[in-house]
């Protein structure tokens, strides 16, 4: 798991926090959908709707693909976070597009991967967040399993939790992000966003957030 450099790290996280689709609440935690409680919330769809910030995660993504990856022939968008960008991506490589569902359509073509890809391509795919990995790698599998060589994932964010960071090292997919939780803290903190009596407790989630608040 690498993040892509710390310039566009602590860029990225200014706009994330800016624009509120990181939310910080402590005393008033978040469940996710694992049932987790969460003292941070990160909706990263918020940024489709900046023109500014959504060009700027493009081009670092670009940027990113062109440093950390060979040339991939397709551009893939895990559903539903990644399909947006991975879009944009796609268009300014001048690549073809895919996207990957959760799982497979229970009507129609049943199909998990939507649009054109040959076997053997060299696939780049493109997530929005990494929690514990689960469905970025389902994705990365679904692929391998029709014939494509993946060649890594870019991230906007990722918490950096122990078990994604195995399950991306099992899978042997090399993961890139934009910004992590560390930088994220660090950004948030340094500009009055939170109040420094929380940093420890942020701390302390981020080492067992399956038992936090519990």
Same mark, same amino acid.
């Given at each position: 798991?690498?993040?892509? #450099?710390? !310039? ?16 910080? #609440?402590?005393? #008033? ?11 941070? +919330?990160?909706? #990263?769809?918020?940024?489709? $709707? ?9 081009? !670092?993504? /670009? ?32 690549? =073809?597009? /895919? +996207?990957?569902?959760?799982? &497979?359509? *229970? ?10 890809? %040959?076997?053997? $391509?060299?696939? @780049?795919?493109? %997530? ?17 399993? &029709? ?6 994932? /870019?991230?906007?964010?990722? +918490? *950096? ?12 997919? =090399?993961? @890139? ?20 009596? +929380? ?9 067992? =957030? !399956?038992?936090?608040?519990?």
């Amino acid at each position: 798991m690498i993040l892509n #450099n710390l !310039e566009t790290a602590k860029k990225t996280a200014e706009y994330l926090l800016q624009i509120k689709a990181i939310k910080i #609440n402590p005393s #008033n935690p978040f469940t996710w959908a694992s049932g987790w409680k969460s003292p941070i +919330y990160c909706d #990263n769809r918020k940024t489709l $709707s900046f023109p500014v910030i959504r060009t700027y995660l493009r081009q !670092e993504i /670009v940027k990113c693909i062109h440093d950390q990856f060979a040339t991939p022939n397709v551009v893939a968008g895990v559903a539903t976070g990644g399909i947006a960008l991975g879009v944009l991506t796609a268009q300014d490589m001048g690549l =073809p597009f /895919v +996207y990957v569902r959760s799982e &497979a359509k *229970g009507h129609g073509l049943q199909n998990r991967i939507e649009g054109h890809i %040959e076997s053997g $391509s060299n696939v @780049v795919v493109i %997530e929005d967040l990494i929690s514990t990995g689960g469905s970025s790698i389902s994705v990365v599998e679904a692929l391998r399993e &029709a014939g494509c060589n993946v060649v890594g994932m /870019v991230a906007i964010f990722t +918490y *950096g939790f122990d078990v994604a960071i195995k399950k991306f090292q099992d899978a042997k997919c =090399p993961l @890139v992000t934009l910004s992590d939780y560390n930088t994220i803290i660090q950004i948030a903190n340094e500009n009055g966003i939170i109040a420094g009596q +929380y940093l420890e407790t942020l701390r302390e989630w981020r080492q067992q =957030p !399956e038992i936090w608040g519990k």
